[in-house]
């Protein structure tokens, strides 16, 4: 199985600032991969996918970049709704496989 | 607007068999261009993809080997719906199950888009 791994596994900033959450895969996945943005009791929701393309719907604030093994979503200017956990997904070979996950908050 | 409908029961007794339902509305399980996944999420795992179902031409199905003894999604075109069913379960299959539907990106990932609202499953006597 390709493993995923997320860091920061929890990051507190400030309303405004710029956020970068960092995935890796253990194997080249090209740009198989997506973003999602999970809050308490909710389904995850699609931000990013083929790592860089914005879901219809989602701010402009939130991006992605990368491919191969190294992967990043930044939000710039934070917002208190961006409050949640953000998930990275591998779609390149079976199974499926998502990031531990990555806790935003504010300080 | 394209929304997914999960039904099923939350307490399942070991060894038994898991089933949930995810009815579609807005899109068709027997699209060409949608795959019906499987996920669930449970704090020990994390999210871990199941399975999934698609049709192109005929029917298709992936399933994670960690399950694929005990899985079985069916596609349900008179209902417009796709299942779910988990056999000889453990209390180790306790979690969150999500329905969701990926959207075919062709030559690339399309992630996905729609999910249902998680139906919480515990695997208890």
């Known amino acids: 199985d390709i493993q995923m791994t997320q860091s920061p596994s929890s990051v507190s900033a400030s309303v405004g600032a710029r956020v970068t959450i960092t995935c890796r895969a253990s194997q080249d996945i090209s740009s198989w991969l997506a973003w999602y943005q999970q809050k308490p009791g909710k389904a995850p929701k699609l931000l990013i996918y083929?790592?860089?393309s914005l879901q219809s719907g989602v701010p402009s604030r939130f991006s992605g970049s990368g491919s191969g093994t190294d992967f990043t979503l930044t939000i710039t200017s934070l917002q208190p709704e961006d409050s949640a956990t953000y998930y990275c997904?591998?779609?390149?070979?079976?199974?499926?496989?998502f990031g531990p996950g990555t806790k935003v908050d504010f300080k | 607007q394209v929304q997914l409908q999960q039904s099923g029961p939350g307490l399942v007794k070991p060894s038994q068999t898991l089933s949930l339902t995810c009815a579609i509305s807005g899109d068709s399980v027997s699209s060409n261009s949608a795959a019906w996944n499987w996920i669930r999420q449970s704090p020990s795992r994390g999210l871990e993809w199941l399975g999934r179902?698609?049709?192109?031409?005929?029917?298709?199905?992936d399933f994670a080997v960690s399950v694929k003894s005990r899985i079985t999604i069916n596609p349900d075109t008179s209902k417009n719906q796709f299942s779910l069913q988990l056999n000889s379960v453990t209390p180790e299959d306790t979690a969150v199950y999500y329905c969701?539907?990926?959207?075919?990106?062709?030559?690339?990932?399309?992630?996905?888009?729609?999910w249902g609202q998680g139906t919480t499953v515990t695997v208890s006597s």
């Open positions: 969701a539907r990926e959207s075919d990106g062709g030559s690339s990932f399309w992630g996905m888009d729609v």
């Open positions: 997904q591998q779609g390149n070979r079976f199974p499926f496989t």
């Open positions: 179902t698609y049709y192109k031409s005929k029917w298709y199905n």
């Open positions: 083929a790592a860089s």
